[in-house]
């Protein structure tokens, strides 16, 4: 109960296990969640997930903050080496925010088929690429904005204006934590900073705060405020944490009924249980020296995303629901938002997470998580086949067109799924909105995005918005 | 029920909703054993409940029920549906003649019903055809909801008799004989008052948010005049600095934009400094209210009013949106949506895509509001905000600048690209038998100023909102108090009286109240504040049943009192925000980590709650943790979350160790090194009490081991000291 849904009692609890053993199943648990919600409870006359039994039940985000050029890594355009050098004559908007628009410009990195299915990487990705097969490429990923801040809310909280819930709070909302001493909810940033607009990709905006993303960190503090007080000893935690629950014991015989107050003294026991737990989670010296290498956690380049990742496998396996790693952070070239030089950024952001995915696939492969574990890898958006002015080879935005990939739990790998017009700018078959991508994770995790709902200011507020939003069929198995 | 907006796709009874569940299994279980003889004689029979009702409900009802009567016709209970308005929609026996079928079964576009959407499906037909080939049975007893017309909220305010109470005293305080009247009709007793320390802890952080002082407790116990301690205390401006964080979480505040750049909206402190001195003024709500809508165009407009104006420009704003026609929208978005919910207790802002589905809200209504502030410009240079300057003072506000004000029209589907038909400044329909005169053209409210030309819509429109015929106003800042003072409003939804809100535990108590303050109150909070606290029912011990509620006090609350308890609590009133110090873990999930945030230093940063910075994209996260309101739209109530995360802050955070310290220091300077005479002052300090027997024991065992430091932290965490008796 780390991070419960508010449970507030055991009265409550009893209350779930009842409905639990009366063989409510899902939906019964997810009605139990309710009633034990203390804020969620206001919203109870929303329905809430799992609809159905999920295919996943972890997911993770590899957020490549920035947005990555899909004409460089999943998108190969034939046509580009073509029209190299010549000016774009289309009809997408080319250029955000003024910046100067140059000639197309072909990829650096060669494309090759892969694996049994033929898909085809470029040479970004050596490692992953031997992962081909499980990879569902969406070619045709179109988002509503060529700026960072809101194309990051937008793919975090599905909305370009900050204050909404984002997906992981959705999910940790519609199918709460398996372990109560983690949180649901995940978020790792990158050291060099976090993506624009912070905590507002990982808030849960008007949902209750319990529901928000938790920052982790792999070191000696992975939580705020974990450690015990500078100069406060172990034994003298314990000793002050059992005169407080003494004290409220007290206090709370003279008002049995508020069980608020007993909630309260659970959460303090909780805290203090819940230090030990998350040190031990992110004790990385518990793996192998194998292990360890095979993340990268020895070389330097690959040090940082390969520590996230084994530690993002070490949170799936204790039950967190959903973590989201970032790759990148800062500003333009720390990360993949190669305005100037596109070829060297990717070439250094591909460089410092291309072993640790393909280690992450690996390795949930062989612990058994794999199948029930969905990963998604993408970013705010893509990057225009042209450059950006003339001799320069820098990539701008571009919102029309751009790939993500899925993999994992209930996904059939080995696909792209949709297509760019020929020369990669906007996407022409299989559209894919954004919203859709989002009703199609939470598909994966057995929930309806057009039935996932919290009422506020009068509106059933949704993920996906008003709108009903299809999932994408032929990514699922 | 109706709540769910997604009926649309899943109609009926939803097969995964276990109370729909349990209600089958329980009819199938029971029915067989209990009631053989009536089940057989209709073994076929179906059921107007739980098979035509759902039908109706889902396919029907938004057109023909409470909120509109297309043809003048509901559909929305049995008796009505027999009635038929004009036509013979169901003819009991005789499903061919019954207009209702012929409706549902045409292949006639005009004649369809339901006009839109799928159409009905064969088994559902089948059914409402069986229902009324057997008779249409419906039940004989039905609730039948009150035409929309006749809904609470919209009815004038008028003032209840006072009820007289049986077998006990008359009280004193009419609040009292309305609570105690329906305590009785229940059955329940009238609980007895709290015991006066309890209640002075509580007043004083109820009206102040600070426990009271060694000193000030010295002197209740000597005039034992709790009404004297309520008036000090409204004189005193902590009840501002306190009081106006609640209407900071009504009105959205913020110090920043959020997004990319996430800017500090400059002077903007200059309204929440404007709104702690207007409660400390006791200003009359319904001129705070003017100045906050229309503080510009008044007659007797002043620099403190136009600040007061800043409210409306207190929103969230991209400076780089994705598409600027649609974000001017969205900025009108914010402030008619904020405006509705602040003052009436109305989410008009549903209506901005089509008519509020389940309140008499219209689209047009919706942008007739929006035509009151469309005016307004926003004072910037590129991506930077600009104030505008008064009298040599830099003011956070919109700006009419003069001539002709632009047209309005309605979007329709809320799209720029799909303009409807031209609207005209108004207020909604539902609310008003005549319409306020808006001006046609530009007025020149007087010469001092120069660009002193404005379209006074605004102040045609804040006018409508305070007059005593307004039905909602009044009653909105009556709860709103109300919930404040004892955890719990008379409405439970403070943001929504409409239809889809919840309807008032009690009605006449909060039409007196409304009618009270507008009429004999004079508007006056301090007045409301004064009748709520010298009431029976406030002073009352908590209990389960009790009106007044256990709620954990606010964050601003917990920190601020922890300030006090341990001597640190800079006084100093007003002024640019201070930053309370962050752990550098927080910091460093952020873009531009080296200067998104300077913290002050400890003296700064031990000011009050409610001048510390609200960044939008960095939200300082012990008040993160501890349930600080939305910062984005406006907040009916504070969640009270209590989760792990909360005591990892309150007993391992630096604050707190730091408030420690200060205090154990303390009490050694004044209780000197007898433990037990430190614990007594700890605990009259921080819970202002005596400690029992066996909570002396317990405090002076563990000094034996401890330090008075570590007792010191144990105290600041304790239950009682953050949730008042």
Redesign the interface.
Known sequence: MLFPRGDRSPFILNRRQQLLHLGGGFAGLALADLLAGSVVAESSRAGTGPHFVPKAKHCIFLFMNGGPSQVDTFDPKPALTKHHGQPYTGDAVVGSNGRPVGHLMQSPFPFRSHGDSGLEISSLYPNLSAHADELCVIRSMHADTAAHASGCLQMNTGSIFIGKPSLGSWLSYGLGTENQNLPAFVVMPDPRGGPIGSASNWSAGFMPASHQGTLFRSGSAPLLNLSNPEGTSNRTQRRSLDLLQALNAEHLQRRPEESELEARIQSYELAFRMQSAAMNVVDLQQETRETQDMYGLTNPLTADFGRKCLLTRRLIQHGVRFVQLYSGGGHQEETWDGHGDCISNHRLHAGETDQPIAALITDLKRTGLWDETLLVWGGEFGRTPTSEGVNKPGRDHDWHGFSMWLAGAGVRGGQAIGATDELGFAAVEDRCHVSELHATILHLMGIDANRLHFLHQGLNQRLTGVEPRQVVRKALL | ?A????ER??PGC?P????E?MKQSWLNDVLPLTACWLVVSSASAVDFENDIRPILRDRCVSCHGPLRQEGDLRLDAGKLILDGGTHAVVVPGQSAASELLRRVRSDDPDVRMPPEGNRISADQIRLLETWIDDGAEIPDEEAVAAPVERHWAFQPIRRPDVPVLNDVEQPVNPIDAFIFARRQSEGLLIPPRAAAEVLLRRVFLDLIGLPPTIAEQDQFSETQNLDQVIADLLQRPEYGERWARHWLDVARYADSN???R?AEKPFVWRYRDYVIQALNDDKPFDRFVLEQIAGDELPDRSVESWIATGFLRLG?W?D???DPRTDRY?QLDDIV?TTG?AFLGL?I??AR?HD?K??PLTAADYYSMVAVFQPLVRPQDGRTERTIPIDGTDVYAWQETSGQPPETFLLKRGSVTNPGPRVFPAVPQILTKAQPEFPSAAVLNDHHHSEGATSRRRLTFARWLVALENPLTARVIVNRIWQQHFGEGLVTTA??F?L?GAPPTHPELLDWLAHWLMHDAGWSLKKLHTLILTSRSWQSV???DSVIR?R?LEVEAIRDSMLAVSGQLNAQHFGPAMKPPI?Q??I??????ER?WQASDDREASRRSIYAFVK????V?MF??L?LA?????CAKR???????????L????L??QQAGHFAAMLRQQAGDDLREQILLAFRTALCRRP?E??LA??QA?LK??SLE??C??IL????FV?PE
């Open positions: 029920m709540s769910n907006a997604d796709e899943a939803r995964e909703d276990p109370r569940m959020g997004y990319e996430d969230h991209d780089e949106p994705a969205d949506s919910q989410t802002g549903c895509c509020h389940f309140e943001n929504d409409g889809m908590k209990t389960a256990y954990r752990p873990a927080a460093e999930a952020n873009t531009d980590k998104i939008r994209g960095l939200i996260p993160e943790t349930d939305d910062t984005v739209s406006s969640q009270v979350t209590t989760v792990a995360p909360q005591a990892l802050c007993f391992n955070g630096r707190t160790q029992s066996s909570e317990r405090m563990f081991a401890e570590e007792l932290r144990v965490n304790l239950n009682e949730y």
